[in-house]
């Protein structure tokens, strides 16, 4: 798994058995981009990639050679205003109005392992033989300024993970509008584009369109990486498919404003870039100052889209998820928002975590409504003490209760917020993002503190370690209902105000790591008005989300379809709700809830008490069925079979496999029945072709071979004639479940 460095030819070759990644030093300094795909073979001179050929009418670097021209030349982290014409990778203002720049190579290391990003969450290597990182160091002598291009490649992952570094060495300060993350020349767009979008309750729809000329891409200018679209794209072949094919895959470990896009100019190429979104961004730094940019990671595959998704799954599983909880299945929970609601109290806690221990539940989580005078959305948020009407007890007197019926304690919180009608804002409006002058918008009746002051996440800190420290909290849901609006730090100066979203995201990951690394112990989920916030940034500190506030599993399917794109199942929260379902009012079988819900990491979000007997019984062989695959679901392999988002959309199917491929879990899911349909069968993946599997129920056998060729076959009874079907299985909103075992 080496870097080398080409001294005769300048050129650096990342590589490992499965990617290579290649650029050069040009003539000018800069760096220009090679390849990056398939792993080949290493040597010396890969300079004719470079294409250097006379363009007319191209804006040239030296006097009597047309073939070195920016604007043609693929480059690693491009520039606008010396010749190329494209979208920029960065842009800095200098104090004589000037945005003219040229960094230009000084030196390179090369180090074992991988450092840590300051105050940002990244991927790691827990050994130093695990990965290698380059750091190529250029300067700009006009303005004095460091660059540094930061690369690291794993020894098993077909991944590369960028950033950058600013730092100024002048006493004029300079302000940075645009730092991306990485940024990459392909030689030809013959791709179509992958994104992640949709709204609030249904997050990360898969969308793909071919590329054309002119640019197209994807942003957050909502303060959090937002539901509108995912902080992640892919590139694929037009014959790629899930299992089979080139794809490349663009993913930003950060969770504020970003911008991912792909611009393609005349002559055919393709640039994407990745990072900050830059609208509103103004970050000033003067003598001494550095500027980090987050991390973007980028994957190569070969083998489809699910390659990638592979390679995403396991690099942030376990590379970039940390601490107690990364390799530990995660337990079966219980929470009681749609089952109560505002209205509860210690009372009603209790009898619904006794049916739910009865069933074998392991924690009871409390939502919101435990603090301040919280009956409704309009008060509260930010007083956060217990509400002594509906916990006489407080929250240690509740959570012992729980603990005494042998489960854990769980508790929500909105950390980020404040009602107007609160102690907090009364003590303290200034903390509250808004423009003097001007009328704040509210969203879900509440408003967003300013975490890019430090006084303000201090506070949060002390007030949220009191509660942990009195209460035996084991986990936190970590909520944040809106997103913001009226972007200004009251009191702070005009320069400031170009860099609050950034501050403020910064803020938030400083909370988590200051209380996570108090209370490791704890297992955190983030949630954002279901999963407006599900990103890369967040799963560094909290190791699983909230996927969605829409918990009809028919809508799920394609949420949780979309989301494993790039997350791994580990990381993606799934509970049973009651019906009718409370957002689309869909009654679905509890078998097909569960049989979705289990991808992910499992609970109820209902009232077990109101459950006929039938239903009790059901629940309680789903929690023992959970406990015993829940390490194969977590952390095996994920196949995507059948879209829900291709042809009609009425059937989906996914798997895991095993990582020795001798266990295997296949979900079928049938939307609408259809009247006298036709035979169908699903080719599976992943299997041992030489294994013979036990398909159960049915307790056929068959060969890997054979269900990867031929398939599992998935017929319906559906002929229009009256039978004594069962509507669980046979009617609308249908699915099962095939365990395969191999003999």
């Known amino acids: 798994m080496p870097i080398i460095y080409h001294e005769t030819t300048q050129t650096f070759h990342l590589y490992n058995n499965k990617i290579s990644y290649l650029f050069k030093i040009l003539k000018n300094g800069q760096l220009g981009q090679l390849y990056f795909g398939k792993r080949i073979h290493d040597k010396e001179n890969f300079d004719y990639l470079l294409e250097l050929f006379p363009r007319a009418m191209s804006a040239c670097a030296y006097e009597g050679d047309k073939t070195f021209s920016l604007e043609h030349i693929k480059q690693e982290y491009p520039a606008y205003g010396t010749g190329d014409m494209r979208y920029p990778a960065y842009e800095i203002l200098q104090t004589n109005g000037s945005h003219i720049t040229s960094f230009a190579y000084v030196s390179h290391e090369i180090r074992p392992g991988k450092p840590a990003l300051p105050g940002l969450p990244a991927t790691y290597a827990e050994r130093e033989e695990e990965a290698e990182t380059l750091a190529v160091h250029l300067w700009d002598e006009v303005i004095h300024t460091d660059l540094i291009l930061f690369y690291t490649i794993f020894e098993q992952h077909p991944a590369i993970a960028r950033s950058a570094s600013f730092t100024c060495r002048q006493e004029e300060p300079i302000v940075i509008h645009r730092a991306m993350s990485l940024s990459l020349d392909f030689p030809d767009y013959d791709f179509e584009m992958i994104e992640l979008t949709g709204a609030w309750a249904r997050e990360r729809s898969v969308k793909c369109r071919p590329l054309e000329h002119g640019v197209q891409g994807i942003y957050s200018m909502r303060g959090c990486s937002g539901n509108g679209f995912n902080p992640f794209l892919a590139l694929k072949r037009p014959n790629t498919d899930e299992a089979s094919g080139e794809v490349y895959g663009f993913s930003l470990v950060y969770s504020g404003n970003f911008l991912a896009q792909a611009d393609v100019e005349p002559f055919g190429t393709a640039r994407v870039t990745m990072g900050i979104h830059p609208d509103r961004f103004s970050w000033k730094l003067c003598n001494g100052e550095s500027f980090q940019t987050p991390e973007a990671v980028t994957v ?444």
């Open 300 to 743: 190569y595959s070969d083998q489809g889209l699910n390659g990638m998704s592979q390679a995403y799954h396991t690099l942030y599983r376990s590379r970039l998820a940390r601490g107690f909880w990364r390799d530990r299945t995660r337990p079966i929970l219980i929470n009681n928002w749609e089952a109560t609601y505002f209205d509860f109290n210690e009372d009603r806690i209790i009898q619904i975590a006794k049916a739910a221990q009865q069933l074998g539940v392991e924690l009871f989580v409390l939502d919101d409504g435990w603090y301040g005078k919280r009956s409704s959305d309009t008060t509260s948020l930010g007083d956060w003490y217990p509400n002594p009407e509906k916990l006489p007890n407080g929250l240690s007197g509740l959570a012992g209760k729980i603990q005494a019926l042998g489960m854990k304690f769980g508790l929500w919180i909105e950390p980020e917020m404040v009602s107007y009608d609160s102690d907090l804002y009364r003590a303290h409006p200034d903390w509250m993002l808004a423009a003097p002058g001007r009328r704040s918008s509210h969203g879900r009746n509440q408003y967003v503190l300013d975490f890019s002051k430090k006084e303000v996440v201090d506070y949060l800190f002390h007030l949220l370690d009191r509660i942990f420290s009195e209460a035996p909290v084991s986990y936190i849901k970590w909520d944040m209902n809106r997103c913001m609006t009226e972007v200004f730090s009251q009191g702070a100066g005009p320069d400031y105000q170009g860099t609050v979203p950034h501050r403020y995201i910064l803020g938030v990951y400083d909370l988590y790591q200051r209380l996570t690394d108090k209370y490791p112990e704890i297992l955190f989920e983030s949630c954002a008005s279901g999963g407006a916030r599900f990103d890369p940034g967040m799963l560094y500190y909290a190791p699983q989300c909230w996927a969605s506030d829409d918990t009809d599993a028919v809508e799920r399917i394609k949420i949780q379809y979309g989301t494993s794109m790039v997350y791994p199942l580990s990381s993606i929260g799934a509970h049973v709700s009651a019906v009718p379902n409370h957002q689309l009012l869909r009654n679905t079988p509890l078998q097909t809830r569960a049989n979705v819900a289990y991808f992910g990491t499992f609970g109820y979000e209902l009232d077990l008490n109101q459950l006929s007997e039938r239903e009790t019984e059901m629940v309680k062989e789903q929690v023992s069925f959970m406990k015993q695959h829940r390490e194969l679901i977590q952390y095996g392999d994920f196949y995507r079979l059948i879209s829900p988002f291709e042809g009609d959309g009425n059937r989906t199917s996914w798997m895991v496999v095993s990582k020795d491929r001798k266990t295997a879990l296949v979900a079928y899911y049938r939307i609408l029945r259809q009247m006298n349909g036709g035979y169908s069968r699903i080719r599976l993946q992943g299997l041992d072709p030489q294994s013979c599997y036990t398909v159960s129920p049915s307790n056929i056998s068959q060969y890997g071979d054979e269900l990867m060729n031929l398939g599992l076959l998935t017929s319906d009874i559906n002929s229009g004639e009256f039978y004594s079907h069962d509507l669980e299985k046979d009617g609308d909103y249908a699915s099962r479940l095939y365990l395969l075992t191999a003999e």
